[in-house]
């Protein structure tokens, strides 16, 4: 179980990261120019900055958890994962809505 954990947490780590610098990207003007749709970037980021937090907060319970023997410390450890695919799916609806046509929010 702690082998699971870690790998999580390192990769809750990386990927956090990554959001980090996409959201910063997005605040740049050069990068704001690319977007056609504003929604579109509103929902990027969103999940850009939503996931390091919630992330760091499964992370930080799911070890407690498991410090103490609670069965949920790998259900924990998923959470951020399901909102990278409820906030991708959201995306493409967005997207979608936008001009019908899917990946075209950006140029």
Not at 18 to 26: E, H, S, T
Not at 60 to 85: N, R
Request: a negative charge.
């Amino acid at each position: 179980m702690t082998v699971i954990l870690w790998a999580f947490t390192l990769f809750h780590l990386v990927v956090g990261l990554a959001c980090v610098g996409a959201g910063v990207r997005l605040l740049t003007p050069e990068e704001r120019a690319h977007w056609r749709s504003q929604a579109a970037l509103l929902v990027a980021e969103f999940l850009c900055w939503i996931y390091p937090v919630a992330a760091f907060v499964s992370v930080k319970s799911a070890w407690s958890a498991s410090d103490v023997g609670h069965p949920f410390a790998l259900p924990m450890m998923f959470a951020p994962i399901l909102w990278l695919i409820i906030m991708g799916a959201v995306f493409a609806i967005v997207d979608f809505a936008e001009d019908g046509v899917l990946g075209n929010a950006r140029e």
